[in-house]
């Protein structure tokens, strides 16, 4: 398998411009996770789907931050508008149906810097 | 109070000691632990699991569980150089349903 696929690795952009990061799971993998992970903050979870579905997304840290994922093989992370603050490194990661023994796989990242 | 909370560090040790990484978490229904090692500039990859009380060993690694005490920690024996990262907590939710991160502990092996 080849793992948790995200795109692009790298993205820099002017602020205000929209932002679309795309992420394809793990084949058989049904829970998908958008993290951010920052030198201040770590690694902070965004929202996460279960079967497609948004389960949480009280992560997300404000509307200009939108998630979708129209079917089980592709999610994508929209930021409209940028803006400085949200250059960081967005990390993709995928699991089998949660529960014990469950295990997450991230994908390779994509390093955003909002100029 | 966050739901993981690890030292930052950094943690510094001579090459062929023993580093030890600890963890706490808050969430006493938690029934699964990892332990993710994090290189600069790449992503997360899981190196242990441990689902119950005591002591697992996978080659130089060793997790460690304690769940009275909500505790877990990372033995690492013969530390080499190429051990030298970040390492990450994570405890999956008593619901089941998401992973909680530390901030991660950056360990520096000394050669």
């Known amino acids: 398998d080849a793992g948790v696929i995200q795109s692009p690795r790298h993205e820099v952009t002017e602020m205000g411009q929209e932002v679309t990061l795309r992420c394809k799971p793990i084949?058989?993998?049904?829970?998908l996770f958008w993290y951010r992970q920052t030198m201040m903050r770590g690694l902070e979870l965004l929202i996460y789907?279960?079967?497609?579905?948004?389960?949480?997304d009280s992560g997300m840290p404000e509307d200009r931050f939108s998630a979708k994922m129209p079917n089980a093989s592709f999610s994508t992370l929209k930021i409209q508008p940028s803006e400085p603050r949200d250059s960081a490194v967005y990390f993709c990661?995928?699991?089998?149906?949660?529960?014990?023994?469950?295990?997450?796989?991230f994908g390779q990242g994509t390093r955003l810097t909002v100029v | 109070q966050k739901e993981v909370e690890q030292n930052s560090g950094p943690l510094s040790v001579p090459e062929g000691a023993i580093a030890s990484l600890n963890c706490t978490y808050s969430?006493?229904?938690?029934?699964?632990f990892f332990w993710y090692r994090q290189y600069s500039g790449k992503s997360p990859e899981l190196i242990m699991s441990?689902?119950?009380?005591g002591d697992k060993e996978d080659g130089r690694f060793t997790a460690q569980l304690n769940k009275a005490s909500q505790y877990v920690s990372l033995l690492i024996r013969d530390s080499q150089p190429s051990d030298s990262a970040t390492y990450l907590c994570?405890?999956?939710?008593?619901?089941?349903?998401?992973?909680?991160f530390g901030t991660g502990t950056s360990l520096t092996v000394i050669p």
């Open positions: 990661a995928s699991s089998r149906p949660l529960g014990w023994g469950t295990e997450a796989f």
């Open positions: 084949s058989g993998h049904n829970s």
């Open positions: 789907f279960n079967n497609n579905v948004p389960i949480d």
């Open positions: 969430d006493r229904g938690s029934q699964s």
């Open positions: 441990i689902y119950s009380n």
């Open positions: 994570a405890v999956l939710s008593n619901t089941g349903n998401q992973f909680y």
